[in-house]
């Protein structure tokens, strides 16, 4: 079992910055690979970004690359994800997502992941 906590989002305007906070607890956190999803009212959960778990490999999605850099501590058992030059697009709710996995690997796909946080709202105004 892993608890996730999401901090940083927040309301900003078109072209501003942000970075999201996930603070992992319970189990080891360098077992775990780990993932950004986002959701959007009135649409289904999307993938953003993905890391390994020692940070080998790191996948984004289209929307996400060139712009968001997701990252991980495991010293500190916190994953990040910077956004840079926000969108109105990227308004959504953000989720941390983690799995347990023995490999070094980077899962896309949401029921890759059984665990969840909260999730952190993101607004961006244009």
């Known amino acids: 079992q892993v608890q996730l906590v999401e901090s940083g989002g927040g309301l900003v305007e078109a072209g501003d910055s942000l970075r999201l906070s996930c603070a992992a607890s319970g189990r080891t956190f360098s077992g775990f690979a780990m993932g950004w999803f986002r959701q959007a009212p009135g649409k289904e959960r999307e993938f953003v970004a993905g890391?390994?778990?020692?940070?080998?490999?790191?996948t984004y999605a289209d929307s996400a690359k060139g712009r968001f850099t997701i990252s991980r501590d495991n010293a500190k058992n916190t994953l990040y994800l910077q956004m840079n030059r926000l969108e109105p697009e990227d308004t959504a709710v953000y989720y941390c997502a983690a799995t347990q996995t023995s490999v070094l690997v980077v899962f896309t796909v949401p029921n890759q992941y059984p665990y969840w946080g909260q999730g952190t709202q993101v607004t961006v105004s244009s």
């Open positions: 890391i390994s778990r020692t940070s080998t490999r790191t």
